[in-house]
């Protein structure tokens, strides 16, 4: 079975900190996806990767960034978090093997900034 | 943003009685998904459909999609109370790669 496992389940952070949210997939996929999910909202795509050390911007980039230096290992990095960012935030990952492929998620972080 | 939505937002049956959930979107797509959530958990994918297919059954799920209406529904026949979550579509829009553009979610309540 595909794994996608993210660092924490729950994670209080404090207003200006810079806070890291990792996400590691055991099924050598390509492609790999951070999105944040509020109520109402449904899922926004925050960044993309498709390879290694390439990543695209999703619908909501702005106030974070990625890193992709291995193929397993995607981050999510809040430069500087604010309140405005106290979400769930959900990693996943496909493999680029055409267009009927399905998503794998992992749990899912609770991150609350204070 | 390219997100679709979803209707009803919340629906609540019991137990036995089918559930449906309809979703619309804005572009032309790949293929649309279902994925199920769990109450804070990770999304869980249930059932793709091609833009070239009108119907696909999976045990208990059916989905359909017009892509001339650019929507989809999804129906769950005699429905369990394990069937409680959250449904979300997710489109695959045409030239976007590998991107998935998710709806806003049903929530679905089953009581018995």
């Known amino acids: 079975d595909v794994k996608v496992t993210q660092s924490s389940r729950y994670l209080v952070k404090r207003t200006g900190e810079k806070v890291f949210l990792e996400c590691v997939q055991d099924?050598?996929?390509?492609?790999m996806f951070w999105y944040r999910q509020d109520p109402g909202l449904g899922l926004r795509l925050i960044y993309f990767s498709y390879d290694v050390k390439m990543k695209e911007k999703g619908d909501i980039p702005e106030g974070y960034s990625v890193s992709r230096e291995k193929k397993e290992r995607f981050s999510l990095i809040l430069e500087s978090a604010s309140t405005n960012q106290t979400s769930m935030y959900l990693c996943?990952?496909?493999?680029?093997?055409?267009?009927?492929?399905?998503?794998?998620f992992g749990q899912g972080t609770r991150l609350t900034v204070v | 943003s390219q997100q679709g939505e979803e209707d009803p937002q919340a629906l609540s049956i019991q137990e036995g009685e089918n559930a449906t959930m309809n979703c619309s979107y804005k572009t032309s797509i790949n293929n649309l998904q279902w994925y199920r959530q769990n109450s804070g958990r990770g999304l869980v994918h249930l059932i793709l459909i091609r833009s070239n297919e009108r119907e696909k059954h999976s045990g208990r799920l059916r989905v359909t999609l017009d892509t001339s209406k650019k929507s989809s529904s999804l129906l769950i026949t005699a429905s369990r109370a394990a069937d409680t979550a959250s449904y979300f579509c997710a489109t695959l829009n045409t030239g976007t790669a590998s991107k998935l553009t998710f709806g806003t979610g049903t929530r679905l309540q089953v009581t018995l």
């Open positions: 099924m050598d996929h390509e492609n």
């Open positions: 996943a990952s496909s493999p680029n093997t055409g267009y009927d492929t399905e998503a794998f």
